[in-house]
């Protein structure tokens, strides 16, 4: 088994007594075997010794929301309201995407997440074998799920809910376990209820959560009442979602009552800020959320919609527009904002050794080159890691005691032939 | 005079047309003499020809308020109210601060900013001549003012005055026209109005802009009418500062009426997002402020309450926030943004020449290194810059038709000597 010593770096550590240390880790095989500022054991033998002077290392970041593929549309179609962009924009568009396009657009998502410090991403799309086989080759983490959309005739209902349920079976535990997966109604206003119960019996059977969009819009969720007498929370509650595990995306118009209910029922929050504000949906009730004791972590979205996928961003804005709209300077801190894009994440996707840097924990870190002027002073580096990093500070990534990207180059992947046939893609879609 | 041609490139014009083009720009001496998807004159000689391919150019940004050697204090009380933050945290510190340390703090945000793409910056802080010599050496353009607080003794308010005075003379024009001056009393809540009306007679004198803080928190507001009966704009208009061209920094909290005031004044607001949430201020009225015809620019403010300089972020929280936070999808397109970080800054200080890419402009541009995966698909330019861009994508900067970085490198300054320095300052400062 491979066994590494990184010494003299800076390690994020979130313990509750500090914060980050100076001093080494090792890993071994797949997993993190000490972090510590003492040095380890003098005699033992390693594989590899880096110096990790002007580096400093860190979970991981996981995106627990997003569509890889909606690369193929950055830029397309900005500025316009969530319902007429998702109808006359998106879906006319993603509808003409072949699984040769999902490929290439999925290919480039991961290339621009890993090369920026996001280990594990959640994705919901169609055409998942493609993104599976791409998350599979680029060594990242990935909880998958085919998002189904039911407004269609049974039939086809029948052969989309097939072909979710084959991919979730079929790929659940792939890549060394890099791969687990979900089932996914798209969202209630894009499902009928029976549909829902349907699928959410496949999860029961499969044993598998459930992952959803829920309450992005204030039109959806009078949409919700208007169609079905009740708010999307008791609507979904009532259908039977919250009997399996539930991640739920966006959750930006609840009231206190449905926070108490998505708390009593454990349901998590992806909340993607930089989408939500692009679109504007609205600021989701994010500290009244963690005060209730829900998990919030945190998604890009799909990037036609935010429009990078830098989660150094996503947290940062989760560290500011919580206190720039309520008024209150200490909503959200910096260490809380880092948690949801850490160890919160990895908690509500059902990973559990994940997230964190510590003994036993799997070995998904990412190391920034803090040897540049937005880093100094070199005072409280929790605090810049989340109000002054960016994607492009992360130099190596390392996802499962693998390194995937060093030295700002990835490894795993063909970075020219990826940006080639997706500029190919993107051109048949326009032509 | 040296002749450059840049050939091959994607050049943002903001045109109302078309917002870029595929061509080529020619520099003479410190201007812009074409820009156009024709090649120029085919035997014309040039002293440089830059292939230009996979580069995007756009004007230099321009950051209309900050405090360059608050990088000293970058992490330095985080998550704190603005009142307290000040009082508790950044006063205390900032009486310690020497010449030396305002020199290295200045030096340190100097070059952030221009390997970050800033080209043009106001300043208002103390020690002045140390900033306008670290900005003479860098080769950036500046905008500077020494700001005076007037809460303290006749005698002192003097010397204070008169520090300020011989500054704005003395820098006014220097640096072959790179820097610029303005008046600056800190605030009205930290300066009474006897004093204020001086500082206009001396903005009168030496025809200079007034710079000020003005209506940041609901507070401060607050306070302003308890103390005078009247809230800020009025207030300051009663005593003439709105007499001399004005350029106030945040404008958070303002009325109907007084955004009216504003336009009526030509009174320009440095916008400053990303300041204002972390300090949870509020957010300011930008799209009526817009609607109204007043000129919004934007501004990072200082390190301590942001906490990177990247005027990328700026304009993206100005494109998102009001996005979200009124509901419209439209507020504040991307365009609009650009314009804020460029042509809309540059017009607010008073500097013609500066912020856009045309024939006849001052040669102040930067070039972003666009084969990457967050550029693409090679759609809209502006969206890209807007809602993916960061200064690190910066890799070329060009001020007054000198090079001051190129290939990621600041030909201008020591970029290790500037961080030994700081470090040894913030140590000194914090021992």
């Known amino acids: 088994m491979k066994k590494t010593l990184i010494k003299n770096g800076i390690f994020i550590t979130l313990n509750e007594s500090k914060s980050w240390l100076k001093g080494f880790m090792v890993i071994e095989g797949s997993r993190i075997t000490y972090i510590g500022e003492q040095a380890p054991e003098p005699n033992e033998q390693y594989d590899e010794i ?18 890889a593929a909606m690369t193929l549309l950055r830029g397309y179609g900005d500025d316009l309201a969530l319902q007429i962009w998702l109808e006359e924009k998106m879906w006319p568009m993603e509808a003409k995407f072949s699984s040769n396009d999902v490929k290439w657009g999925s290919y480039l998502a991961i290339l621009e997440m890993i090369k920026g410090g996001t280990t ?3 994705d919901m799309y169609d055409h998942m074998n493609e993104v599976a086989m ?27 809910l097939k072909d979710a ?7 659940h535990g792939q890549a060394n376990g890099r791969i687990t997966t979900m089932m996914s109604p798209h969202a209630p206003y894009t499902c009928p209820p029976d549909y829902i119960e ?24 009078q949409a919700n009442v208007d169609q079905y007498g ?15 595990p539930t991640l739920v995306a966006h959750g930006v118009h609840l009231t206190d009552e449905e926070i108490q209910v998505l708390k009593q029922y454990d349901v998590r929050i992806s909340h993607n800020p930089g989408s939500n504000l692009k679109l504007a949906s609205g600021v989701a009730r994010v500290p009244e959320l963690l ?17 990078n996928l830098d989660m150094f961003e996503e947290m940062r804005l989760a560290a500011l527009i919580h206190k720039g709209v309520s008024g209150d300077p200490v909503a959200v801190p910096a260490a809380e904002a880092l948690l949801m894009g850490t160890k919160m994440g990895a908690e509500s996707i059902w990973l559990e050794d994940v997230g964190l840097l510590a003994a036993g924990m799997k070995a998904d870190f990412i190391a920034l080159d803090i040897d540049q002027p937005h880093f100094l002073p070199k005072t409280d580096f929790v605090s810049h890691v989340v ?14 005691g693998n390194w995937i990207v060093r030295n700002n180059e990835c490894l795993t992947l063909d970075e020219e032939q990826i940006k080639r046939e997706f500029e190919l893609s993107f051109h048949r879609l326009i032509g």
């Open 198 to 221: 349907k699928i959410v019996q496949v999860a029961h059977d499969l044993n598998l959560p459930i992952h959803t969009h829920m309450s992005e819009t204030s039109r959806e969720v």
């Open 165 to 171: 349920t084959e991919f979730a079976r079929n790929w």
């Open 387 to 400: 109000y002054s990093a960016s994607a492009k500070d992360v130099v190596d990534v390392c996802v499962d």
């Open 134 to 160: 791409a998350i599979e080759s680029s060594g990242m983490r990935g909880v998958l799920t085919r998002g189904v959309i039911g407004l269609c005739p049974p039939e086809i209902q029948d052969a989309k």
């Open 291 to 307: 005060r209730a004791g829900v998990k919030v972590s945190l998604g890009t979205d799909g990037a036609a919609s935010n429009n």
């Open 50 to 67: 880096i110096d990790g002077s002007h580096k400093l290392y860190m979970p991981g970041l996981v995106n627990t929301h997003g569509h």
């Open 230 to 244: 009740l708010r999307p929370v008791a609507h979904l509650e009532k259908i039977g979602v919250f009997s399996r």
């Open 120 to 122: 594990t991403i959640v």
